[in-house]
């Protein structure tokens, strides 16, 4: 088993930044991919980003590239979600993802093997 708990969410104005954090424990989770998603009130869950397990892959969502940015530290099982120039649709409840296969944001979501609990992010006009 893996258990993901993110971290950093908050409320900021627009054009400001925040740092998600996804703290694994469990299995070796330096070995899978990690992502995140987001969810609105009234939308379905999105894709945002994803690196795989070394770090050497990424994947973005259009309507995040050049502004978000993932990375990891496997030495402290952390993956990691900088986020700037945010924007009020940005709001949303961000959620962490780990699969043993690197994921994008064609994958199916139920396909993912492990979730964390959400952190909520608002960003405010």
């Known amino acids: 088993q893996v258990q993901l708990v993110e971290s950093g969410g908050g409320l900021v104005q627009a054009g400001g930044s925040l740092r998600l954090s996804c703290a694994a424990s469990?299995?070796?989770?330096?070995?899978?991919?990690v992502g995140w998603f987001r969810q609105s009130p009234g939308k379905e869950r999105e894709f945002v980003a994803a690196i795989n397990w070394s770090g050497s892959s990424t994947f973005y969502a259009d309507s995040v590239k050049g502004r978000f940015t993932i990375s990891r530290d496997n030495a402290k099982n952390t993956v990691y979600l900088q986020m700037n120039s945010l924007k009020p649709e940005d709001t949303a409840v961000y959620y962490c993802?780990?699969?043993?296969?690197?994921?994008?944001?064609?994958?199916?979501?139920?396909?993912?093997?492990?979730w964390g609990q959400g952190t909520q992010v608002t960003v405010s006009s």
């Open positions: 469990g299995r070796t989770v330096s070995i899978y991919a």
């Open positions: 993802a780990a699969n043993p296969l690197l994921f994008t944001n064609t994958t199916p979501q139920v396909a993912l093997a492990y």
